[in-house]
């Protein structure tokens, strides 16, 4: 939903561009720029396609084998950036009129969500069940990467 939104609201904004006169063919080369601006930080590198290289990082970062290089090195935090980061430009790019798909950064937001949920769960609620044995809640987690895998699908 928040592509959707997203690419809605990029349309939009090229349309008026668009409409006060600006050519067409600049639109792709505006995205690369606003592109190359938001990667230029070592926190949100990842977002860009090298294969599924940055999805096997986000299972590091969600499963704790990496630590993320964001400013406050929070896993968390570090995720929820790059999700957001993902969606705005993926949005930025395909209203724009560059050519591209949605298969991998579809892939990589589900892992994203996935990693996050995982996180938070293993961060959060693991300590409380493994205090509480006496209802089994040990075994209703898995590791984080599960659900960023699962996230993926």
Known sequence: ??????????????????????????????AGIIVAIVTFSDSTKE??????????LVLDYADGGKQPPSLTGDPLLHLLILLICKIFLTAIC?????????FAPALFMGACIGGLSG????????PWAINL?????EKAFSVPATYAVVGMA
Not at 119 to 126: G, M, P, S, V
């Open 1 to 30: 939903a928040a592509l959707r939104y997203m690419r809605q609201l990029g349309k939009k904004t090229f349309a008026a561009a668009e409409d006060a006169g600006c050519p067409k063919f600049l639109f792709p080369i505006v």
């Open 47 to 56: 977002v860009l396609y090298k294969g599924f290289a940055n999805v096997n």
């Open 94 to 102: 395909q209203s724009s009129g560059q050519v591209g798909g949605l």
């Open 119 to 126: 996180r938070a769960l293993r961060d959060n609620f693991w």
């Open 133 to 137: 044995p006496d209802f089994g809640l």
